[in-house]
Nanobody, 118 residues
Framework: QVQLVESGGGLVQAGGSLRLSCAAS????????MGWYRQAPGKQRELVAD???????NYADSVKGRFTVSRDNAKKTVYLQMNSLKPEDTAVYYC????????????WGQGTQVTVSS
């Protein structure tokens, strides 16, 4: 059974930092692009950042220079370091694993709430 378990969300003031973690089990993460999406109330889910098994990264324009995605393949864990947080970063953040060859094979975590107060 595949599981993606997120942790690290919470409430932080604007300008602060949080680090999200996502631990995967039941898959060989070396075959998956790992990433983070977010969904704010009333909005569609959007890509925040993702990273290949070769550590090639991709970021949404809105988080470039503030967020850093990384992964530890041995621990099957992907991280999202979020700095200089803004109220508009408030959302539920979801971990995603997408098969590198078959994009329709994808898994989601349960989500973790990030709230940034002004």
């Amino acid at each position: 059974q595949v599981q993606l378990v997120e942790s690290g969300g919470g409430l932080v003031q604007a300008g602060g930092s949080l680090r999200l973690s996502c631990a995967a089990s039941g898959i060989s993460t070396s075959n998956f692009r790992m990433g983070w999406y977010r969904q704010a109330p009333g909005k569609q889910r959007e890509l925040v950042a993702d990273i290949t098994s070769d550590h090639v990264t991709n970021y949404a324009d809105s988080v470039k220079g503030r967020f850093t995605v990384s992964r530890d393949n041995a621990k099957k864990t992907v991280y999202l370091q979020m700095n200089s947080l803004k109220p508009e970063d408030t959302a539920v953040y979801y971990c995603n694993a997408k098969n590198r060859w078959v994009a329709t094979i994808a898994y989601w975590g349960q989500g973790t709430q990030v709230t940034v107060s002004s």
